[in-house]
Protein backbone atom coordinates (compact mmCIF):
# COMPACT_ATOMS: atom_id res chain seq x y z
CA UNK A 1 0.00 0.00 0.00
CA UNK A 2 1.35 3.32 -0.90
CA UNK A 3 0.45 6.50 0.44
CA UNK A 4 2.15 10.21 -1.33
CA UNK A 5 2.95 12.69 0.84
CA UNK A 6 3.82 16.02 1.08
CA UNK A 7 7.24 17.55 1.87
CA UNK A 8 8.48 20.54 4.24
CA UNK A 9 7.05 22.25 7.39
CA UNK A 10 3.42 22.75 7.68
CA UNK A 11 1.95 26.56 7.65
CA UNK A 12 1.34 27.70 10.62
CA UNK A 13 1.07 31.67 10.75
CA UNK A 14 -0.69 31.92 14.32
CA UNK A 15 2.41 29.23 15.82
CA UNK A 16 5.89 30.97 17.56
CA UNK A 17 7.89 27.77 16.72
CA UNK A 18 8.26 25.39 13.75
CA UNK A 19 6.16 22.50 13.59
CA UNK A 20 7.17 19.08 12.39
CA UNK A 21 4.67 17.40 10.31
CA UNK A 22 3.72 13.82 12.11
CA UNK A 23 1.36 11.21 10.47
CA UNK A 24 -0.19 8.04 12.28
CA UNK A 25 -0.81 4.88 10.46
CA UNK A 26 -3.26 2.17 12.34
CA UNK A 27 -6.06 -0.59 11.03
CA UNK A 28 -9.58 0.15 12.30
CA UNK A 29 -12.71 -1.54 11.96
CA UNK A 30 -15.53 0.68 10.76
CA UNK A 31 -18.22 -1.52 10.97
CA UNK A 32 -17.21 -2.65 14.91
CA UNK A 33 -15.62 1.38 15.59
CA UNK A 34 -12.56 -0.48 16.88
CA UNK A 35 -8.92 -0.19 16.56
CA UNK A 36 -7.44 -3.43 15.32
CA UNK A 37 -3.73 -2.00 15.46
CA UNK A 38 -1.76 0.20 17.55
CA UNK A 39 -1.38 3.87 16.05
CA UNK A 40 1.86 3.79 14.54
CA UNK A 41 3.78 7.56 14.64
CA UNK A 42 5.55 8.24 11.29
CA UNK A 43 7.52 11.42 12.40
CA UNK A 44 10.25 11.28 9.45
CA UNK A 45 10.08 13.01 6.03
CA UNK A 46 10.93 10.46 3.76
CA UNK A 47 9.20 9.94 0.30
CA UNK A 48 8.41 6.45 1.74
CA UNK A 49 8.39 4.73 4.54
CA UNK A 50 7.65 0.58 5.23
CA UNK A 51 6.46 -0.25 8.62
CA UNK A 52 4.88 -3.13 10.00
CA UNK A 53 1.34 -2.95 11.87
CA UNK A 54 1.04 -6.22 13.90
CA UNK A 55 -2.80 -6.86 15.14
CA UNK A 56 -3.96 -10.12 16.54
CA UNK A 57 -6.14 -12.72 13.96
CA UNK A 58 -9.45 -12.54 13.95
CA UNK A 59 -10.95 -15.40 16.51
CA UNK A 60 -13.33 -17.56 14.54
CA UNK A 61 -12.49 -17.97 10.57
CA UNK A 62 -14.24 -16.06 7.59
CA UNK A 63 -13.63 -12.95 5.83
CA UNK A 64 -12.92 -9.26 7.08
CA UNK A 65 -12.73 -6.39 6.00
CA UNK A 66 -10.58 -3.80 7.76
CA UNK A 67 -9.47 0.00 7.33
CA UNK A 68 -5.77 1.57 7.13
CA UNK A 69 -6.32 4.99 8.21
CA UNK A 70 -3.10 7.25 7.77
CA UNK A 71 -3.65 10.73 9.23
CA UNK A 72 -1.84 13.72 9.36
CA UNK A 73 -1.60 16.34 12.53
CA UNK A 74 -0.73 19.25 10.15
CA UNK A 75 -2.74 18.81 7.10
CA UNK A 76 -6.39 19.00 6.52
CA UNK A 77 -8.10 16.87 3.55
CA UNK A 78 -4.94 14.77 3.15
CA UNK A 79 -5.76 12.48 5.07
CA UNK A 80 -5.47 8.63 3.60
CA UNK A 81 -8.45 5.48 3.69
CA UNK A 82 -7.80 2.14 2.08
CA UNK A 83 -9.33 -0.74 2.67
CA UNK A 84 -7.58 -4.32 3.72
CA UNK A 85 -9.24 -7.89 3.10
CA UNK A 86 -8.65 -10.90 5.23
CA UNK A 87 -9.72 -14.53 4.56
CA UNK A 88 -8.80 -16.29 7.63
CA UNK A 89 -8.35 -20.11 7.94
CA UNK A 90 -8.94 -22.18 10.80
CA UNK A 91 -6.08 -22.45 12.92
CA UNK A 92 -3.88 -25.65 12.83
CA UNK A 93 -4.08 -28.01 16.04
CA UNK A 94 -1.07 -26.88 18.41
CA UNK A 95 0.96 -30.69 18.58
CA UNK A 96 1.20 -31.79 21.99
CA UNK A 97 4.62 -32.72 21.60
CA UNK A 98 7.48 -32.33 19.31
CA UNK A 99 10.77 -33.83 19.25
CA UNK A 100 12.21 -30.56 19.27
CA UNK A 101 10.55 -30.40 23.14
CA UNK A 102 12.41 -33.44 24.58
CA UNK A 103 14.44 -31.85 27.38
CA UNK A 104 16.75 -35.32 28.20
CA UNK A 105 19.16 -35.92 25.56
CA UNK A 106 21.69 -38.64 25.22
CA UNK A 107 25.40 -37.75 24.99
CA UNK A 108 24.43 -34.07 25.47
CA UNK A 109 27.22 -32.22 27.17
CA UNK A 110 24.84 -29.44 29.18
CA UNK A 111 23.51 -32.17 31.09
CA UNK A 112 26.60 -33.47 32.57
CA UNK A 113 27.68 -29.68 33.25
CA UNK A 114 23.55 -29.28 35.05
CA UNK A 115 24.29 -32.27 37.14
CA UNK A 116 28.16 -30.99 38.17
CA UNK A 117 25.92 -27.62 39.17
CA UNK A 118 23.46 -29.58 40.96
CA UNK A 119 26.10 -31.32 42.95
CA UNK A 120 28.17 -28.17 43.74
CA UNK A 121 24.88 -26.56 44.98
CA UNK A 122 24.40 -29.30 47.44
CA UNK A 123 28.05 -29.74 48.59
CA UNK A 124 27.81 -25.38 49.32
CA UNK A 125 24.62 -26.25 51.73
CA UNK A 126 26.16 -28.41 53.50
CA UNK A 127 28.69 -26.18 54.22
CA UNK A 128 26.67 -24.07 55.45
CA UNK A 129 24.73 -26.07 57.93
CA UNK A 130 27.90 -27.60 59.06
CA UNK A 131 29.32 -23.21 59.82
CA UNK A 132 26.19 -23.08 62.01
Same mark, same amino acid.
Given at each position: ?????????????? !?? /??KQ @???WL /?????????????? /?? #????????? #??????????????? /?? #???? !???????????????? #????????????????????? @??????????? !??? @? @?????????
Amino acid at each position: MGFPLPRGLPFEPL !SS /YEKQ @EWWWL /YIADRKEQTLISMP /YH #VCTLKDREE #VELKFPAPGKPGNYQ /YT #VYLR !SDSYMGLDQIKQLKLE #VHEAKPVPENHPQWETVVEGD @EDQEDSEGFED !SFE @E @EEEEEDDDD
